[in-house]
């Protein structure tokens, strides 16, 4: 059966990883190719890099990076952040990286969406999505609204339609941030999971307000996720993969066990990873 | 060495690293003629079939596929490269109709919202290979990651390596007289990838091109 992915998110400055708490309170925390290898050994069923730099020297570091975690993880990396054009993204792609996630330059240049599907193939386009509640909108926006440019510009666009439209442009997958849930760790926005994975067939990987294995499972469940990602739940030691999706398969959702490599023996206890890669 | 077809589809870089990773010789070669030298053939490829199959007639790697397997070097074929193995594809073919692959193969690719009907598409992600039977390069199996739209039937059901469960239980390997291909993609898909990679060298390095049934 195919199995729910988890997917770490790794947000990536000037070549180093740092963390996000709604966007902001930026930390260091380590070399992004370690990082990654660490979170493969886990269980990672796959990884997504977003850079956040904000120069150019900061992008040629996440090149570099990325060039690094492919010559030594062997699953598969999305890299996310400032793509802008199809140059941007052969670049990622030749550096190793398998799929990109284009945000803002989706929304603003829709037809590079449509280019990079019919360039790269619609398997390597992630369209992600930063949506948050529109209160006191008018019905026709929808319940949520499209934010791009790292959640500080609203669109006016209805995060449905906007999702429907990627899809129809050629998106592979929709990777779905709930902006007001980001950082909280008060579980996944599930309406607008639920919302989003039953308007485009492509699958849709749930972001934004992992605290707790229980939010996993309401992704999965009431969500209709085909993926979540994680971020600050891992990082801080919250929990660890082998614990979330032994969490998540005892409530008979189909999960990759951590310890899925035949020569890898099982963890001896709950709660132990899977040994070194 | 082992080469690694590039015909313009699609990124070949991870298959490179990965057989590197494993200690293996493996080459991206863009001629075929220096694809003749070669010990075994990496067919690899993402997309759409119609265009991959022009591409290959194009580039003429389509006779360098065909050389090799002439010549007893054993091939590899992964994602769509197992599919271009066949006979022909439904993808982009009129109704009725159909888009002739490389024929090495007896059997048609078809697409998952037939093949299985309810389920979302492409199938994307991590999904159980269970092999059909011991000694391929599948070997026991596992988890391994895949992205595709449309799977093979192949008219032999003997060449069926392996399967996955996604609505029916569709072909995930096929493996015959000095072949082998698989529709997920090992690059990607851990150490269990890997070890399919490191599986394939061996062969190469036996030369046991009339290995595998």
Redesign the interface.
């Known amino acids: 059966m195919l199995t729910r992915r988890f997917i770490p998110c790794l947000d990536v400055r000037d070549g180093r990883v740092v963390k996000g708490v709604r966007f902001r309170d930026l930390r260091d925390a380590g070399d992004p190719a370690e990082l990654a290898a660490r979170y493969e050994a886990d269980g990672a069923d796959e990884l997504v890099f977003l850079d956040v730099s904000a120069t150019l020297e900061g992008r040629r570091a996440l090149l570099a990076a990325v060039e690094r975690t492919a010559a030594r993880v062997f699953i598969p990396l999305t890299v996310g952040g400032g793509i802008r054009s199809p140059d941007d993204i052969r670049r990622l792609l030749e550096s190793g990286a398998d799929k990109v996630s284009i945000n803002t330059a989706a929304v603003e240049t829709p037809e590079l969406v449509a280019e990079a599907a019919a360039r790269f193939g619609s398997q390597c386009v992630v369209v992600a999505i930063d949506a948050a509640l529109a209160p006191g909108m008018p019905c026709a926006l929808g319940r949520w609204q499209v934010w791009t440019r790292a959640g500080t510009r609203a669109t006016g666009r209805d995060a449905l339609a906007w999702a429907g439209e990627a899809q129809a442009l050629g998106a592979g997958e929709i990777l779905l941030t709930s902006i007001d849930r980001d950082g909280t760790r008060s579980g996944y926005d599930l309406e607008l999971t639920r919302a989003v994975a039953d308007a485009v067939p492509i699958p849709v990987i749930a972001s934004g307000g992992a605290g707790s294995a229980e939010h996993l499972v309401d992704a999965f469940l009431v969500g209709g996720a085909d993926a979540v990602l994680l971020a600050g739940i891992l990082h801080d030691g919250i929990a660890t993969l082998a614990e979330l999706k032994a969490a998540v398969a005892a409530r008979g959702i189909p999960v990759r066990p951590p310890w899925a490599d035949p020569d890898g023996a099982p963890p001896a206890q709950a709660g132990v990873n899977g040994g070194e890669p | 060495m082992i080469a690694i077809l590039d015909y313009g589809v699609?990124?070949l870089?991870?298959v490179a690293?990965?057989f590197?990773?494993v200690g293996l010789d493996a080459r991206v070669v863009d001629r075929p003629r220096d694809a003749a030298r070669a010990r075994g053939v990496v067919l690899p490829g993402?997309?759409a079939f119609a265009p991959a199959m022009k591409r290959l007639r194009a580039t003429g790697m389509d006779g360098a596929v065909l050389e090799a397997m002439g010549r007893g070097v054993p091939l590899l074929g992964i994602c769509l490269g197992l599919q271009l193995l066949f006979s022909a594809s439904d993808e982009g073919a009129a109704e009725g109709g159909g888009v002739p692959g490389l024929g090495v193969l007896s059997g048609r690719v078809a697409s998952l919202g037939r093949l299985a009907p309810g389920h979302?598409?492409?199938?994307?992600?991590?999904?159980?290979v269970t092999p059909t039977r011991p000694g391929t390069l599948v070997?026991?199996g596992?988890?391994f990651?895949f992205?595709h739209s449309y799977a093979a039937v192949p008219a032999d059901a003997g060449v069926v390596a392996a399967t996955v469960?996604?609505g029916a239980d569709l072909c995930a390997a096929v493996q015959a007289d000095g072949m082998a291909a698989v529709q997920f993609?090992p690059?990607?898909?851990?150490?269990?990838?890997?070890r399919v990679l490191a599986s394939f060298g061996r062969w190469v390095s036996a030369g046991a091109g009339r290995d595998g049934r």
């Open positions: 699609g990124n870089a991870s690293k990965a590197a990773a993402v997309g979302k598409v492409p199938h994307v992600g991590w999904n159980l070997g026991d596992g988890y990651y992205v469960p996604y993609h690059e990607k898909s851990g150490r269990v990838g890997l």
